[in-house]
């Protein structure tokens, strides 16, 4: 055997022990030692034939059919991966069920073929139906079978997993746990995955989302100034434009209105080179609440107007809410009632359609602000109350204690005494918990 085929063999051994759940300690006994497996399996020279074909025997396998059972392995590999790949497509245009019922079938063609990349894709089929518990499990069996499966290797499996896992939690509002499988991700990465090493910086980036939404500001902006300096090897233009708008916004809020008008166009300009509808939709979005901040309603209504054009464009539907709301805004500080009012009943009725709790709570608490402007205080504290409702679902914490705000103002104007005072004592323990629990910020 020259030092090719010891190498290919090694692979193809190591290979074959991982698929059948087996330990460097199962194969050893008193004449093959682990530290000699492992070297078979890393194709180091030199070593025994005896040995080698030792291991084999262990294993039940002929080396003379090796050849044959490589070629085959290869156009099994080759062919799984071409299945793998159109489940992956399903799954990327909605097609859960079918995604769901075609891999039904690769399990009664193969049931013991790459298990843990058949529980990832499940997974991924559950996320998609917003099935966060059996999405989770299936993460998580495709993480402890990781080690079985000749493609996860190869795939960055593990690390993409944890990766998704952390996108179940954040869906939850459970920033926390979403920050821990995000750094796990990071710990657990392999350099040199062919194809697969972008997920690298898709996990720092979510590091930096989940940092900020725990109001933990300071670590986000280190953390972003360390993904920064990876920007010539970053391929994916979701995650590119995800930092630039992060940043932007970032320095919005700090009032740094120059730096994040800055960052907002570049982004913009980077977004628009790709026809990335989805990221210049968010940037001209920050762009434009930063112009109304700074009192420059001329500007700010530019940029919303703007994104009206966009909005057939982006797959995120509930981004358009947080639009329409920005806009709702802009016009009942103009004192335009009647388009504040369309607009934002707009927004309401995209937030029911699309269930998401936390936009809806959004739409309906600027609805409630405009009501009150208007004086139509029974009305407006309608809305503020099931807004302040499905906040503290979702532990929106900072959006409960303005929704109470709000609501108490509406009492003291038409003059309801005792609810403004339930309403107050309501306010105060909202703020104290937020106090005492400064992750349950809601910032991005």
């Known amino acids: 055997m020259n ?31 682990t530290a000699t497996i492992s070297n078979i399996e890393r194709g180091v020279p030199h070593v025994n034939k005896e040995k080698v074909l030792y291991l084999l025997s262990k294993l039940n396998i002929d ?13 099994n590999m080759e062919s799984l ?39 990832f894709l499940k997974g991924k089929c559950y996320a998609g139906k917003k099935d966060w518990r059996k999405a989770e499990r299936e ?43 995000a750094e796990r991700g990071l710990e657990v990465f392999q350099e040199g995955a062919s194809g697969y090493d972008q997920v690298q910086y898709s996990l720092m980036m979510n590091r930096v989302v989940y940092l900020d939404r725990l109001g933990r500001v300071d670590e986000a902006q280190k953390s972003l100034d360390e993904l920064w300096s990876f920007i010539p090897h970053i391929q994916n233009q979701g995650v590119l434009l995800r930092m630039y708008a992060l940043r932007a916004d970032l320095f919005r ?19 628009a080179a790709s026809k990335n509808y989805d ?15 700074l009192s420059d309603w001329e500007d700010a209504e530019t940029c919303f107007e703007f994104i009206m054009n966009l909005k057939d464009r982006i797959s995120n539907k509930k981004e358009m809410i947080q639009v329409y709301c920005s806009l709702g805004h802009l016009y009942l500080l103009q004192q335009k009632w009647v388009r504040a009012q369309e607009i934002l009943e707009q927004a309401v009725k995209w937030g029911e359609e699309l269930e998401d ?9 600027m609805m409630g602000r405009l009501l009150k402007e208007k004086k139509q205080y029974s009305e407006a504290v309608s809305y503020l109350k099931r807004s302040v409702y499905l906040a503290e679902k979702n ?32 306010l105060y323990q909202s703020q104290k918990q937020l106090r005492l629990n400064p992750g349950l910020t809601s910032k991005w």
Request: hydrophobic share 35%; charged share 30%.
């Open 3 to 33: 030092v090719l085929e010891m190498n290919e063999i090694g692979k193809f051994i190591r290979k074959i022990r991982k698929e059948r759940g087996l330990r460097l300690e199962d194969l050893s006994d008193e004449h093959i030692s």
């Open 139 to 181: 993460f998580g069996e495709a993480i402890r079978l990781s080690y079985q499966d000749a493609y996860s290797q190869k795939t960055n499996l593990e690390a993409i997993s944890y990766e998704h896992l952390a996108e179940c939690r954040s869906a939850q509002n459970d920033w926390e746990q979403a920050l821990k499988f």
């Open 357 to 365: 709790d936390a936009e809806l709570s959004l739409a309906l608490f």
């Open 63 to 75: 080396i003379n059919e090796i050849p044959e059972l490589m070629e085959k392995d290869s156009e």
């Open 279 to 293: 990221g210049m939709f968010r940037l001209w979005n920050i762009l434009g609440i930063a112009y109304m901040e």
């Open 81 to 119: 991966q071409l299945k793998f790949t159109a489940v992956e497509t399903m799954i990327e245009i909605g097609n859960e069920g079918g995604a769901l019922r075609y891999l039904s079938e690769i399990l009664e063609e193969s049931p013991s073929s790459h298990p843990a990349t058949v529980h």
């Open 395 to 426: 532990k929106l914490a900072e959006r409960v204690c303005a929704g109470y705000y709000e609501i108490a103002q509406c009492h003291e104007q038409s003059g309801n005494r005792d609810e403004l005072r339930d309403t107050t004592e309501k």
């Open 253 to 271: 809020r700090m009032k740094l209105y120059h730096d994040a008008v800055r960052y907002a166009r570049e982004g913009i300009r980077i977004a």
